[in-house]
């Protein structure tokens, strides 16, 4: 079996992958939600869903900072990474051990083709189609949901000393489209970019200001703070993993973006 990953690497197998190492946490989920528990034997310490995997499977580190000798007493047949979790210097190292299937989601057609992706590396064509399909009927409900509402500018911290906020070449960013957000901080350099609270207004003066529950656990005090330096700006918390999870997380994130907009 001959398959090329998102990186643009061929891949070949001489038998179907079995023993899975995921290093991604929405990736994870996916793999779950594919019917591939049983084959997953190893999960970063941030794959919190499904729930029950911390008492079920082995936590080899975190995404950035993993446990190579647990990952090769585990004797995985395939590790899933992903090229904005995990560092090439640990893909090039996991490389040692097994092959290393590295995905690159910045777009919902990215997404797809993940999922259909797994569904032929682990035999579950079927499955993976029907996560297919259904993210694709929610993604044009969603669509239609959205074509009248107007374009509002936005910023999406995800960080707080220092500031820092989701730009352009992100899954967030796309999804901020998405949802007729226009993003104010698209334009500044780097896919994560440090800013100074001070300046926001000159940079965008937003709309709204998100702030991500996760990496980082904002709070009112953040909040407040941030809210000194906006204008007419109102602050809303949101699901990070419903603006930054890939896989079959999208398809509970088109729901939440519409509770959004009936909040917001």
């Not at 079996?1 to 995921?22: C, Y």
């Not at 509402?149 to 999406?156: C, D, F, Q, T």
């Not at 220092?162 to 901080?185: C, D, Q, R, S």
């Not at 330096?229 to 918390?237: G, N, P, Q, R, S």
Request: with cysteine; proline share 4%; net charge negative.
């Amino acid at each position: 079996m001959k398959l090329i990953d998102q990186l643009g690497i061929l891949h070949t197998f001489e038998k179907q992958p079995v023993r899975i190492i995921s290093l991604v946490p929405s990736q994870t989920e996916l793999l779950y939600d594919l019917g591939l528990e049983d084959n997953i034997v190893g999960i970063t310490k941030f794959c919190v869903h499904p729930v029950h995997f911390k008492a079920t499977k082995t936590i080899v580190g975190g995404t950035k900072n993993i446990k190579f000798d647990k990952i090769k007493a585990l004797q995985p047949d395939i590790i899933i990474c992903n090229k904005e979790e995990n560092t090439k210097e640990i893909v090039d190292e996991l490389n040692t051990i097994c092959p290393v299937w590295v995905t690159d989601i910045l777009t919902i057609e990215d997404n797809l083709q993940m999922i259909h992706d797994f569904g032929q590396l682990f035999n579950k064509r079927t499955d993976a189609q029907k996560w297919i399909d259904k993210i694709n009927f929610a993604y044009q409900d969603f669509q239609q949901f959205i074509k009248d509402k107007s374009i509002k500018k936005a910023a999406y911290f995800i960080w707080a000393k220092p500031h820092m906020v989701a730009g352009n070449h992100t899954f967030i960013n796309e999804l901020l489209k998405l949802n007729h957000f226009e993003n104010i901080y698209e334009v500044k350099e780097g896919r994560y970019p440090e800013v100074e609270l001070k300046k926001i207004r000159l940079e965008g003066d937003p709309d709204y200001v998100f702030l991500s529950s996760e990496p980082f656990p904002f709070t009112d005090e953040h909040a407040f703070e941030i809210g000194r330096f906006t204008h007419h700006a109102k602050t809303v918390f949101v699901d990070g993993e419903m603006f930054s999870w890939y896989g079959s997380r999208l398809l509970k994130a088109f729901d939440y973006f519409k509770k959004l907009h009936a909040k917001i």
